[in-house]
Antibody, heavy 120, light 110 residues
Framework: QVQLQESGPGLVKPSQTLSLTCTVS??????????WSWIRQPAGKGLEWIGR???????NYNPSLKSRVTISVDTSKNQFSLKLSSVTAADTAVYYC????????????WGQGTLVTVSS | QSALTQPASVSGSPGQSITISCTGT?????????VSWYQQHPGKAPKLMIY???NRPSGVPDRFSGSKSGNTASLTISGLQAEDEADYYC??????????FGGGTKLTVL
């Protein structure tokens, strides 16, 4: 059974960089059948797709966040990571990592989510 | 990329059927069959309910079904049960090679 687990600081100061890591277990992040994605959800609001990475390192980002987002992969640790720079209070949200199928385009496994609050 | 349009809320009584719509454009919902639906209970991660417009993953009851016409996809839940009360989100692949979600629909089982 594939499991994903987010980790990282729960509190980030405004203008700093938010950094999260997703650890994948029960399957290899190097599988060519999947992308690895980040999605966020502000309290009481809907889901927002942040971006995705393939095992090769190729990425796609939400155009609204593209200038501030970097997603990277570490196949040796079976992990992928999110960096979001110049954060503001509007970036306060629950951040989820998820597995995205390459051929059918759906998110089949999700992490439990981690709350990141941007505040001084 | 704009979010897909869903009704903010729908409701139904146990045993009834409800349908949630998800409207996009020819650049997303209308252009691809990569439409999926997710159920989210409070405080929980979303759960895949429908993929590729109308396919159900193993373990999802056949009370859940999906369809698409033009730029609008739909999720139908028949024989409503109390445990179906949750938020539902649609998602689609887009011509910009990115994914977009709907704004979400709160389902209330009366």
């Amino acid at each position: 059974q594939v499991q994903l687990q987010e980790s990282g600081p729960g509190l980030v100061k405004p203008s700093q960089t938010l950094s999260l890591t997703c650890t994948v277990s029960g399957g290899s992040i190097s599988s060519g059948s999947y992308y690895w994605s980040w999605i966020r959800q502000p309290a009481g609001k809907g889901l927002e797709w942040i971006g995705r990475i393939y095992t090769s390192g190729s990425t796609n980002y939400n155009p609204s966040l593209k200038s501030r987002v970097t997603i990277s992969v570490d196949t040796s640790k079976n992990q992928f990571s999110l960096k979001l720079s110049s954060v503001t209070a509007a970036d306060t949200a629950v951040y989820y990592c998820a597995r995205l199928t390459v051929t059918e385009g759906y998110f089949d496994y999700w992490g439990q989510g981690t709350l990141v609050t941007v505040s001084s | 990329q704009s979010a897909l349009t869903q009704p903010a809320s729908v409701s139904g009584s146990p045993g009834q059927s409800i349908t949630i719509s998800c409207t996009g454009t020819s650049s997303d919902v209308g252009g691809y069959n990569y439409v999926s639906w997710y159920q989210q209970h409070p405080g929980k991660a979303p759960k895949l309910m429908i993929y590729e417009v109308s396919n159900r993953p193993s373990g999802v009851p056949d009370r859940f079904s999906g369809s698409k016409s033009g730029n609008t996809a739909s999720l139908t839940i028949s024989g409503l049960q109390a445990e179906d009360e949750a938020d539902y989100y649609c998602s689609s692949y887009t011509s910009s090679s990115v994914w977009v979600f709907g704004g979400g629909t709160k389902l209330t089982v009366l």
